[in-house]
C-alpha cells in the first residue's frame, strides 16, 4: 500500500531553519505531482507548496513564498521542503501529498495519498 513518511519536524527558534523530508513507496512517485500541507491548532488543513512530477514548477502559497523551497529526488522517492526564516505563525503539522496533478495539489481536491504528518512548532 501506499505510504508517505515525514519526518524533520521539530522546535526551533523563530528564524531558524527546519528542513522537512517525505519519504514514498507503494506508487510510481515519478507520476506524482507531490505537496506540503499544514494544520495548526483550531485551523483548517491549508496547502503550503507543490511541485510536478519533474521538479519543473513549484507552487507556494503567499505566506511561505520566498521562505519556503519545495524540492525532490525521484531517484529517492523523497520531497523535500526547506523551512528558512520560520516563524511563530508557521507553528503546525505538516503534512506530504500525493496527488496526479499540481493542480489538485493547490486546490487540496483529488489527494490520493496523505502522510501521518510531523510537527513544527517556532518559538517567539
Known amino acids: 500500500q501506499v505510504q508517505l513518511v515525514e519526518s524533520g519536524g521539530g522546535l526551533v527558534q523563530a528564524g531558524k531553519s527546519l528542513r522537512l523530508s517525505c519519504a514514498a513507496s507503494?506508487?510510481?512517485?515519478?507520476?506524482?505531482?507531490m505537496g506540503w500541507f499544514r494544520q495548526a491548532p483550531g485551523k483548517e488543513r491549508e496547502f503550503v507548496a507543490g511541485?510536478?512530477?519533474?521538479?519543473?514548477?513549484?507552487h507556494y502559497t503567499d505566506s511561505v513564498k520566498g521562505r519556503f523551497t519545495i524540492s525532490r529526488d525521484n531517484t529517492k522517492s523523497t520531497v523535500y521542503l526547506q523551512l528558512n526564516s520560520l516563524k511563530p505563525e508557521d507553528t503546525a503539522v505538516y503534512y506530504c501529498a500525493a496527488a496526479r496533478a499540481l493542480y489538485y495539489l493547490s486546490s487540496n481536491r483529488d489527494i490520493e495519498s496523505w502522510g501521518q504528518g510531523t510537527q513544527v512548532t517556532v518559538s517567539s
Open positions: 507503494g506508487l510510481t512517485f515519478s507520476s506524482y505531482a
Open positions: 511541485i510536478t512530477w519533474d521538479g519543473g514548477l513549484t
